[in-house]
């Protein structure tokens, strides 16, 4: 194995202004395995579902492969990290060994390039390996694709192709029982851990791509990943009122997929009790987003890069928390040391409130059926400045 060292951390500007309907800002993470038959836990007594997210590694190869030295630091600490404190600030205690991480897309930085992907894919799995057992990282890693992870295997030039690498890593994570439902073109997944259900949804929840973007039609195809989940939902969460946590790579505070996108997605999510929405792309903070007009916001996590840190999360019996767990930077160098940034604490609800009588012949409606819809009690944490990082 490989010995971390003192590695130089990059501080990336951002020049975006993020849009006028985000509602706030801080910070968030997710990932973990699927054990369908793990009961609900609670904040007292049983043990909470913990687990760990990240986005953007990017990794590299050739004369720049030194820069993957800070994922792999970043990795070794996900392992060392499960028995330490969570901050006063989320109400400390211990952190729970995670039952898994989740990896939000720009796996590597070069997703089409002759001699280029293919080690840095090999670089990836080495460090996060799949099941746990594989490779430096000790849980489970349950990745999809960004921008820069190359188009659809069919269009792929550069003879290597991330997305079928990451067909095939499904098929293997189904056979091993990690996920539950696979989408039929074998990219999109769900599975459920401790009361929870997770959606893996890749580049962002849309079905094709928007003709008004600006963006390459190949490469911002996402494959219709919002239909995968609008029937995943309707099957395995329905009525429950189980809580839901959804993971991209594309948030609300970029163009990369069309405003048009966003409110068919809130619209397939909001009967559901979604909990928290994660992605990357864009730096590292927590906020809020709904669609004008809309009542209840999303709570959205953005992930930031593997090589500066990744957001622990926590799931109770009543309560979300999580932090951004990150490297400490000063004058441009990692001094070896890490610290907590953008916390999220919040009450949630673990089924469905008692519904009214329905009046005689008037049944309830379901969800996806016009007045269906779950709300989570509500407690945000406090606001941070997001940091912006690469897309």
Same mark, same amino acid.
């Given at each position: 194995?490989?010995?971390?060292?003192?590695?130089?951390?990059?501080?990336?500007?951002? *020049?975006?202004?993020?849009?006028?309907?985000?509602?706030?800002?801080?910070?968030?993470?997710?990932?973990?395995?699927?054990?369908?038959?793990?009961?609900?836990?609670?904040?007292?007594?049983?043990?909470?579902?913990? =687990?760990?997210?990240?986005?953007?590694?990017? /990794?590299?190869?050739?004369?720049?492969?030194? =820069?993957?030295?800070?994922?792999? *630091? %970043?990795?070794?600490?996900?392992?060392?990290?499960?028995?330490? +404190?969570?901050?006063?600030?989320?109400?400390?205690?211990?952190?729970?060994?995670?039952?898994? @991480?989740?990896?939000?897309?720009?796996?590597?930085?070069?997703?089409?390039?002759?001699? $280029?992907?293919?080690?840095?894919?090999?670089?990836?799995?080495?460090?996060?390996?799949?099941?746990?057992?594989?490779?430096?990282?000790?849980?489970?890693?349950?990745?999809?694709?960004?921008? &820069?992870?190359?188009?659809?295997?069919?269009?792929?030039?550069?003879?290597?192709?991330?997305?079928?690498?990451?067909?095939?890593?499904?098929?293997?994570?189904?056979?091993?029982?990690?996920?539950?439902?696979?989408?039929?073109?074998?990219?999109?997944?769900?599975?459920?851990?401790?009361?929870?259900?997770?959606?893996?949804?890749?580049?962002?929840?849309?079905?094709?791509?928007?003709?008004?973007?600006?963006?390459?039609?190949?490469? &911002?195809?996402?494959?219709?990943?919002?239909?995968?989940?609008?029937?995943?939902?309707?099957?395995? @969460?329905?009525?429950?009122?189980?809580?839901?946590?959804?993971?991209?790579?594309?948030?609300?505070?970029?163009?990369?997929?069309?405003?048009?996108?966003?409110?068919?997605?809130?619209?397939?999510?909001?009967?559901?009790?979604?909990? *928290?929405?994660?992605?990357?792309?864009?730096? %590292?903070?927590? /906020?809020?987003?709904?669609?004008?007009?809309?009542?209840?916001?999303?709570?959205?996590?953005?992930?930031? $890069?593997?090589?500066?840190?990744?957001?622990?999360?926590?799931?109770?019996?009543?309560?979300?928390?999580?932090?951004? /767990?990150?490297?400490?930077?000063?004058?441009?160098?990692?001094?070896?040391?890490?610290?907590?940034?953008?916390?999220?604490?919040?009450?949630?609800?673990?089924?469905?409130?008692? $519904?009214?009588?329905?009046?005689?012949?008037?049944?309830?409606?379901?969800?996806?059926? +016009?007045?269906?819809?779950?709300?989570?009690?509500?407690?945000?944490?406090?606001?941070?400045?997001?940091?912006?990082?690469?897309?």
């Amino acid at each position: 194995m490989r010995t971390s060292r003192r590695v130089r951390a990059f501080v990336w500007s951002a *020049a975006r202004m993020l849009p006028s309907a985000l509602l706030g800002i801080s910070g968030l993470a997710v990932g973990f395995v699927a054990r369908p038959a793990c009961p609900a836990v609670g904040d007292t007594g049983a043990e909470p579902l913990t =687990f760990f997210v990240t986005s953007d590694c990017h /990794y590299k190869s050739g004369d720049k492969a030194a =820069f993957n030295e800070r994922n792999h *630091a %970043t990795v070794l600490r996900m392992n060392s990290l499960p028995g330490s +404190e969570f901050p006063d600030k989320v109400g400390g205690g211990k952190i729970g060994r995670p039952r898994g @991480v989740l990896a939000l897309g720009d796996l590597v930085d070069d997703g089409d390039r002759a001699g $280029q992907t293919e080690p840095q894919w090999r670089s990836f799995v080495a460090d996060f390996g799949l099941d746990g057992t594989d490779g430096v990282l000790r849980f489970p890693v349950f990745e999809g694709w960004g921008n &820069h992870d190359g188009p659809p295997a069919a269009a792929a030039k550069g003879g290597f192709s991330v997305q079928a690498q990451i067909r095939e890593r499904n098929q293997a994570r189904r056979a091993k029982g990690l996920i539950a439902n696979l989408s039929a073109n074998g990219l999109h997944y769900s599975w459920d851990s401790g009361g929870v259900h997770f959606v893996q949804l890749n580049l962002y929840p849309g079905d094709r791509y928007h003709p008004q973007s600006k963006y390459s039609a190949v490469w &911002h195809d996402p494959q219709m990943s919002l239909s995968f989940l609008t029937e995943d939902l309707r099957k395995n @969460v329905a009525s429950s009122g189980r809580p839901v946590v959804l993971a991209a790579h594309a948030g609300f505070d970029t163009d990369w997929w069309h405003r048009d996108e966003w409110k068919a997605f809130y619209d397939a999510v909001k009967p559901y009790n979604v909990i *928290a929405y994660f992605h990357g792309h864009t730096g %590292t903070g927590i /906020y809020k987003w709904k669609p004008e007009g809309e009542e209840k916001p999303l709570d959205v996590v953005n992930t930031g $890069q593997t090589e500066n840190g990744f957001f622990v999360v926590e799931v109770g019996e009543s309560r979300l928390r999580l932090g951004y /767990y990150r490297k400490n930077v000063r004058n441009k160098e990692w001094d070896g040391t890490w610290d907590w940034q953008h916390f999220l604490q919040k009450t949630i609800q673990r089924a469905a409130p008692p $519904q009214p009588a329905a009046a005689p012949g008037r049944p309830t409606a379901a969800p996806g059926e +016009e007045g269906a819809a779950h709300r989570p009690a509500e407690a945000p944490g406090p606001g941070a400045a997001a940091d912006k990082g690469r897309s």
